[in-house]
């Protein structure tokens, strides 16, 4: 299965970007708390936070907390590599903050992503396509704020997506759920390409994903 930038964020954003948020490996929250250094996706991957990233939406020089924002290398060649702090988060670990801090100034502050940049590749998104014999693009979908944050599981109404058939973008797909698992999701990027445009918080080319479950 290939995913649209939207779609991408859309997981992410209700279940990765949870997973790497520190309160909630300190709570005992994420399923991946304990894997530091560990191997949790394909080597292709490499995904950092750019808070201070120039022209990007979720670009500032300092969180909520005042301290300046940096670029946080979260997955490296496949290897987790850091989690993302706010200014509390790293007070309970002795470390420094991240620049992660996000929240209004009359309330406490709370750990978020600003701009979460996946590293593309030099394969053009016509090119991607054209190596998939039997396949399904996905532009959009819904239902991702059903994710179950802790485990990653998700179940998306595909509304927008067409089957792939021969390296050839075919005809629409109705009637499809797409359903799968974000850990396992990130270890099966088959490929990147290098077609970046940013969704949210995601700053991200379209990505191809190897033994992912439509229904329908």
Do not use: W
């Amino acid at each position: 299965v290939v995913l649209d930038a939207d779609v991408i964020e859309a997981v992410f954003g209700n279940t990765l970007y949870l997973s790497v948020n520190a309160d909630r490996i300190q709570k005992g929250q994420s399923m991946l708390a304990g894997k530091m250094g560990e191997m949790i996706s394909s080597e292709c991957l490499n995904i950092r936070d750019c808070g201070a990233l120039d022209g990007r939406l979720c670009s500032s020089p300092f969180d909520r907390d005042g301290i300046s924002t940096r670029k946080t290398d979260i997955i490296s060649g496949g290897v987790l590599k850091s989690f993302l702090h706010d200014h509390v988060t790293a007070l309970r670990e002795d470390r420094d903050s991240t620049g992660n801090g996000a929240g209004s100034f009359n309330t406490m502050s709370s750990v978020a992503p600003t701009n979460v940049v996946v590293r593309p590749s030099r394969t053009g998104f016509d090119s991607m396509i054209s190596e998939i014999k039997d396949g399904m693009i996905i532009y959009e979908a819904m239902g991702a704020h059903t994710a179950n944050p802790i485990t990653g599981d998700f179940s998306l109404a595909i509304a927008n997506g067409f089957k792939i058939i021969d390296g050839n973008i075919a005809y629409p797909v109705k009637n499809a759920m797409f359903t799968g698992n974000v850990f396992d999701l990130l270890k099966n990027v088959s490929a990147v390409a290098s077609d970046v445009r940013q969704a949210g918080h995601l700053v991200s080319p379209t990505i191809s994903f190897s033994g992912q479950k439509i229904v329908g």
